[in-house]
């Protein structure tokens, strides 16, 4: 199986960037983490982070054509905003689970809307980095 990891802007911050919510764990950390796992399950794991709407939209699309089979999104602050980057996974089609670090709903009014979570399988928040490793569990429990 092949499951895409997609991270939204900002979280290449992650550690450094308001530790009391989001954590110490830098991505680089959290993506660790989830190599782990993906090879005690023999599952292909890709991850890709961008600042930039565009180049998700792009990444999402290819998606389409190398096989992907499910897709971990935390959009960041795009949660809140894009369009287009929700046309973009209904595009493709390929089920996928929104997460997010802090629990955006018991944060500022503007954090309580998606784009995405009527499309999602499921969605976690304020969980922390552990959220990753739940949300690819289910994952991989999806694609079984
Ligand atoms: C976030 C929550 C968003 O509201 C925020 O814009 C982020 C990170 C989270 O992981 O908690 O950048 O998606």
Known sequence: ASILVLNGPNLNMLGRREPHIYGRQTLADIIEELETIADDFAVRLWHFQS?????????????????????????????HTSVAIRDALAAVNIPFIEIHLSNVHKRESFRQHSYFSDLAVGVIAGLGADGYRFALEAAIKHLE
């Open 51 to 79: 600042n930039a709407e565009h180049a998700l939209i792009e990444r999402i699309h290819q998606a389409m054509d190398d096989g992907t089979e499910f897709i971990i999104i935390n959009p960041a602050a795009f949660t």
